[in-house]
Nanobody, 126 residues
């Protein structure tokens, strides 16, 4: 199984970025997907999750209304559209996959997920 994030970079506050996570080696449509982030010296925090069908989503309060998670099962890819970025959004962003058979598609704990990507850096300047 391989999850590969892309789309990170440096952006000014108020700007936007779109992260992508391409999955391989698994039946993508049988996994719910999540995005997490980790700032230096801090724990890995939940950002957003999407069900295996894409019909339901869940967000951390800190990003609600600014970030949108989506998926394209035909392309084995999950996305995170990030708008109105703030300096406090600066972190390494990770995507993660949770098998459908575990139930509860919209898990928010890092240990609820089975597979992880290597992360992509997002830096928001003030």
């Amino acid at each position: 199984v391989q999850l590969v994030e892309s789309g990170g970079g440096l952006v000014q506050a108020g700007g936007s970025l779109r992260l992508s996570c391409a999955a391989s080696g698994l039946t993508f449509s049988s996994y719910s997907m999540g995005w997490f982030r980790q700032a230096p010296g801090k724990e890995r925090d939940f950002v957003a999750a999407i069900s295996w069908t894409g019909s339901t989503t869940f967000y951390a309060d800190s990003v609600k209304g600014r970030f949108t998670i989506s998926r394209d099962n035909a392309k084995n890819t999950v996305y995170l559209q990030m708008n109105s970025l703030k300096p406090e959004d600066t972190a390494v962003y990770y995507c993660a996959a949770r098998p459908r058979y575990l139930g509860f598609d919209l898990a928010s704990g890092w240990d609820d997920y089975r597979y992880w990507g290597q992360g992509t850096q997002v830096t928001v300047s003030s």
